[in-house]
């Protein structure tokens, strides 16, 4: 298990090296809340905080025996979603350019991106999170992470998305309105 947990911290420090290098101009790297975001970024980081301190603490947990589940082959579907999590992301953000930021704003020149990967699916940059996270908590082998972070970003990319939308109903009306007719939330094809 020492590969997969290793691999599993690879996948954190890959979600940094995309938020790092392909995020593009300031804007896209500003945490200045506005009364769009409704909370929603403080509840994310909240979530995300979170899991970056349980994640990397989960050997512990395992050593003490709490929690622990060492299955192979969850780990290596764990590492799997999470590598596809990082393509999502890096696609997602360089298809949306300098629109793809970390708070609910509008921009100057505002555009709604429905080419590509926001063709098939609406919040990939989203989803990269999930299959990220989930990924690295499958292949780190601890039932309680195992479920501790799938819930808590439910709840936070619930409130967050329903957020999400709305703003952008305000910005775009009826041409997004007919984009969330055209395209799925998360799931290509499915939700």
Do not use: C
């Amino acid at each position: 298990m020492l590969v997969t947990t290793v691999l599993a911290y690879a996948l954190l420090v890959g979600f940094f090296l995309i938020e790092g290098f392909v995020r593009q101009g300031k804007d896209s790297k500003n945490m200045d809340r506005t009364a769009q975001d409704k909370g929603s970024t403080t509840f994310v980081s909240v979530v995300m905080g979170m899991a970056f301190v349980l994640i990397p603490l989960t050997p512990l947990l395992n050593w003490w025996g709490v929690g622990s589940l060492h299955i192979l082959w969850l780990g290596i579907v764990g590492l799997v979603l999470g590598a596809v999590g990082l393509v999502v992301r890096y696609v997602a953000f360089t298809t949306l350019g300098r629109f793809f930021s970390r708070i609910l704003r509008e921009v100057e020149d505002h555009q709604l991106v429905t080419s590509g990967i926001y063709g098939y699916i609406r919040h990939p940059g989203y989803l990269s999170d999930f299959l990220i996270f989930i990924g690295a908590a499958l292949a780190m082998g601890n039932l309680i992470v195992m479920i501790v972070i799938p819930v808590t970003f439910v709840a936070a990319y619930a409130y967050r998305i329903h957020i999400e939308e709305e703003m952008l109903i305000g910005i775009f009306g009826e041409r997004y309105r007919e984009y969330q007719k055209a395209s799925k939330r998360l799931i290509p094809f499915i939700f």
